[in-house]
C-alpha cells in the first residue's frame, strides 16, 4: 500500500467525493453521504491493475472485517463503478473502478 498521509478526499479530489457524496444520497445512505466532507486517504491500493484508483480511510484490517462489515456499490453518473467497505457504519474503504484518473 502506498500511504498518503491524511490528505482529505475533498481536497485531493473535489470532483469524486461530489460524486460519491451524491450517490450516497441518491442510495439513501445519508449517514455515510455525511462523512464523505471529512474522509481523508490513508493509503492506496497497490495492486497496480491499470483499472483500479482504490484507497482506504481507514487502516487496513489484518485478515476479514468481520461481522459489521458491509458493501454498498454505487453507480454515479458516469462510468466505473464505487464500492464502499463500511465498517461500524464508518466508511473504510473505497474502490474506486475503470474511472478516468483521479492523479
Known sequence: MTHEGSALVSDRWPRLAA???GALR???EDDLAGQVAGLR???RCDCRDAFCQ???TQPPPDGAY???HRNVGL???RS???VLDVVDNL???VEVIDWLPLS
Do not use: R, V
Open 19 to 21: 460524486e460519491l457524496a
Open 26 to 28: 441518491e442510495a439513501d
Open 41 to 43: 486517504i490513508f493509503q
Open 54 to 56: 482504490s484507497f482506504y
Open 66 to 68: 468481520g461481522p459489521d
Open 75 to 77: 453507480s454515479p453518473d
Open 80 to 82: 466505473g463503478m464505487l
Open 91 to 93: 466508511i473504510a474503504y
